[in-house]
């Protein structure tokens, strides 16, 4: 069975991860190296991925439309930031907002 390491990118559908897996490909002609990435629909069964977690993705029967993967396993967790004054907890994003100084 096939298995794909990703990232969560999105959990807003019930029971499913939107999992970006980037595969590093060979070119045939140019003889170097490229990202490949390609994004699947996973079942999630008890809703426990969070955006940025890292998951072990495994091929299972179709279970819907785009549905072809479900999550085996949970490696590790998204990093995550607690706001000091109000409590809430966000994911931490270190990219930098491109739009401010231009």
């Not at 069975?1 to 029971?15: C, E, N, P, W, Y």
């Not at 070119?27 to 998951?55: L, Q, S």
């Amino acid at each position: 069975m096939a298995q794909f390491l990703g990232r969560v990118i999105g959990t807003k559908m019930d029971k499913t991860a939107k999992v970006l897996v980037t595969k590093l490909k060979l070119h045939p002609y140019i003889m170097k190296y490229y990202n490949n990435r390609k994004v699947y629909f996973a079942h999630d069964e008890n809703n426990e991925c969070t955006t940025g977690d890292m998951v072990m993705i495994e091929v299972c029967p179709k279970m819907s439309k785009k549905k072809r993967f479900r999550i085996s396993e949970i490696l590790e967790k998204g990093p995550k930031v607690v706001d000091s004054e109000t409590g809430k907890v966000y994911l931490q994003d270190n990219r930098e907002d491109y739009g401010t100084d231009r």
